[in-house]
């Protein structure tokens, strides 16, 4: 059975779920690529997981920088650094961050220092598609 662990920015526009069916064995993973770093985010992703995002209307910017590989999803409204995702063959991949989403029983747990920046495009990539977590996203006023 898969479990939810739910959370939101800090100001509450945008809200995730994310789902595993183990929990205890998601990984956490601190990455150290100078824009990470900044936010003092860690990721957890499940590839037989998902992840579900709501966002009030226009709050969600998204920010690129270097490879221009990944998309990073900020709340506009209150900075929140919320996820990170890829286009993939299989539909957009996605890694939560636990830390601005403030999810009990992922934010606290040990993370693994990860270093990206080495890797060749291509592995990177496939990487991606192989270990983050499939996501929903969807744009609804969070009383609707
Ligand atoms: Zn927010």
Partial sequence: MSHALNGACHCGAV?????????????VFACT???CRRHGA??????????????????LGTYRFA?????????EQCGVLVFS?????????????VVGTDIEGLKDRPA??????????EDRAARRQAMWTPLTLVEA????
Wanted: hydrophobic share 40%.
């Fill in 85 to 97: 995702s890829v286009e993939t063959p299989d539909g957009p991949r996605a890694t939560l961050n």
């Fill in 67 to 75: 490879a221009q590989a990944a998309d990073f999803w900020l709340c």
């Fill in 112 to 121: 693994q220092s990860m270093d990206f920046g080495e890797q060749a495009a």
């Fill in 141 to 144: 006023s969070p009383s609707a």
């Fill in 42 to 59: 860690r990721y957890a992703r499940d590839p037989n997981g998902a992840l579900h995002v709501t966002a009030a209307p226009g709050v």
């Fill in 15 to 27: 809200r995730v779920s994310f789902e595993s069916p183990d929990m205890d064995a998601v990984p």
């Fill in 33 to 35: 690529c100078s824009f």
